[in-house]
């Protein structure tokens, strides 16, 4: 996997026949009370030195992934248009500069259904983001979840389910990874030998969890869950020498992981 190239809202890179684009969608500045240890206890004085901080807030990259076969391309995740914080919702920009036509992009799947990841589908100026969308799957147990969304209305019946193990195409299948999430989804890209995992939402502050998986986030819907997750996810990618993309992972957030004596160690591509 090499990088093939980059801007200040996307690094492209290819992997065997396919090209994989981070594009950013922007950050999000967070209490560090969100992090959680092991009881559901927040982090206070005690928080690593490593950790970066920003007027005393943790921040958190915002990343969505395009995957291109030739022919069509794959969306994972949408980013969170003007849904949220003004911060964010850079995605159309992060596709201009990456020069990706978005009516080239067929297919859009969801990690999950939390709001900086869905609503990318609807422009600020409430146009379609994908006028040539022929299919937008969701994570079948949080189907209801994306329904509840009123701002996505004109999208609620075209949402298809996602299930675990599902193919969605010759290059690119779902891996169960519940735990942030009820349904939430990682995406294993194969080509030529090569594979990435795409994981959503599987870490939120890399500077802390990669040593210290057992730490949670308070937005996860089962932590104890959440925390099983990663460490399996953590395990399979460190021992099968697989690149991973995370959205929370500073921008681009592609890379590779190694075991250490107490955690995992991420190495950015």
Not at 117 to 125: E, F, K, S, T, V
Not at 194 to 210: A, N
Request: a negative charge; one cysteine or more.
């Amino acid at each position: 996997m090499e990088r093939i190239s980059a801007g200040p809202h996307h690094t492209a890179y290819k992997i065997g026949g396919l090209t994989v684009t981070s594009l950013r969608d922007g950050y999000v500045d967070m209490p560090v009370r969100r992090l959680r240890q092991p009881g559901d206890k927040p982090f206070g004085d005690d928080l690593p030195p490593q950790v970066p901080l920003f007027d005393g807030a943790l921040r958190l990259s915002v990343n969505a992934f395009a995957i291109d076969d030739g022919h069509e391309i794959t969306l994972i995740d949408t980013g969170s248009s003007n849904a949220w914080l003004p911060t964010m919702g850079l995605l159309p920009q992060a596709l201009s500069e990456a020069q990706i036509a978005v009516d080239r992009i067929r297919n859009v799947a969801f990690t999950h259904t939390h709001l900086d990841h869905i609503h990318g589908l609807i422009l600020p100026d409430g146009r379609d983001g994908f006028p040539q969308l022929s299919r937008l799957l969701v994570p079948r147990a949080e189907l209801d979840m994306f329904r509840s969304e009123a701002r996505l209305s004109r999208f609620h019946d075209r949402a298809q389910p996602l299930d675990p193990g599902q193919r969605l195409s010759a290059n690119i299948e779902t891996i169960a990874t519940p735990g942030h999430e009820i349904g939430h989804t990682c995406f294993r890209v194969t080509s030529r030998g090569e594979t990435l995992l795409v994981w959503g939402d599987l870490m939120h502050v890399p500077s802390l969890q990669f040593d210290r998986p057992e730490v949670a986030w308070e937005f996860d819907a089962d932590q104890e869950q959440a925390r099983a997750t990663r460490l399996r996810i953590l395990a399979l990618a460190a021992d099968n020498a697989y690149f991973v993309a995370g959205a929370h992972l500073d921008s681009p957030g592609v890379g590779r992981i190694s075991r250490t004596e107490t955690g995992f160690r991420f190495e950015p591509l």
